[in-house]
């Protein structure tokens, strides 16, 4: 299957800061790439949906000037978490939807985000 | 709108039993239905799905799971369950559609698996 790879793996950063998580997509090109977030012992929840080439679709709920996406190319997608708090630490995972394998995904190892 | 409930937020089950993890589901059209594992601090794996055919899916690490569409249930079952199957299981659904946003997938809470040696 495709791996998709996540960096960094574990970051900390201050509040106020801004951190940057990138999903690549290592086997296949994916027109479209996901980013969830989960908190602890809870399920994952979809923040947007990203299109190579266009603007992100995000969900209800999710603010679009704080979690910046990226999805500069065919294997490449990013996530900023800008100005960050303490209230979006969490676990960030990213999946792709590889292209003319619209029925799978598959997921990234996962960011924890930690904002002290 | 879709969604997914694992009505267990823990299994326990001794190491060579058979284990069910419960999923029903909801959506307006046909599903199509996956069961996801993760480890601690770790991504989702695929272990299998549903798309179309045969009821009964067979997929990694020896699950497999039924689908039932008359109580819209998608259980996931192993007939011997080992100390290494602990973990979180997710159930998830996509709709079949062909329009926008039909990749994403409603996952459920998640059910911790614990197996006892």
């Known amino acids: 299957g495709a791996v998709v790879s996540q960096h960094p793996s574990r970051v900390i950063c201050k509040s106020g800061t801004s951190v940057k998580i990138e999903c690549r997509s290592l086997?296949?090109?994916?027109?479209?790439m996901f980013w969830y977030r989960q908190f602890p012992k809870q399920s994952l929840m979809l923040m947007a949906t990203?299109?190579?080439?266009?603007?992100?679709?995000?969900e209800q709920g999710v603010e679009k000037d704080k979690f910046l996406i990226n999805h500069a190319s065919l294997t490449l997608s990013t996530l900023t978490v800008t100005s960050a708090h303490p209230e979006d630490s969490s676990f960030y995972i990213c999946s792709v939807a590889p292209r003319d394998r619209g029925l799978e995904q598959y997921f990234g190892p996962g960011t924890r985000l930690t904002v002290t | 709108a879709q969604s997914v409930a694992q009505p267990e937020d823990q299994v326990n089950v001794a190491e060579g039993n058979p284990l069910t993890v419960k999923c029903t589901y909801s959506?307006?059209?046909?599903?199509?239905l996956f069961w996801y594992v993760q480890y601690p601090n770790r991504g989702l794996q695929f272990l299998l799905k549903?798309?179309?055919?045969?009821?009964l899916v067979k997929g990694s690490y020896g699950f497999e799971a039924e689908f039932n569409k008359s109580q819209t249930s998608f259980h996931l079952k192993k007939p011997s369950a080992l100390v290494s199957d602990s973990a979180l299981y997710f159930c998830?659904?996509?709709?079949?559609?062909?329009?926008?946003?039909?990749?994403?997938?409603?996952f459920g809470k998640g059910t911790k698996l614990s197996v006892i040696p």
């Open positions: 549903y798309i179309t055919g045969d009821n």
């Open positions: 990203s299109n190579e080439g266009s603007k992100a679709t995000y």
């Open positions: 086997d296949f090109q994916a027109t479209t």
């Open positions: 998830a659904v996509r709709v079949h559609d062909s329009g926008a946003g039909s990749y994403q997938l409603t």
């Open positions: 959506v307006s059209g046909n599903p199509y």
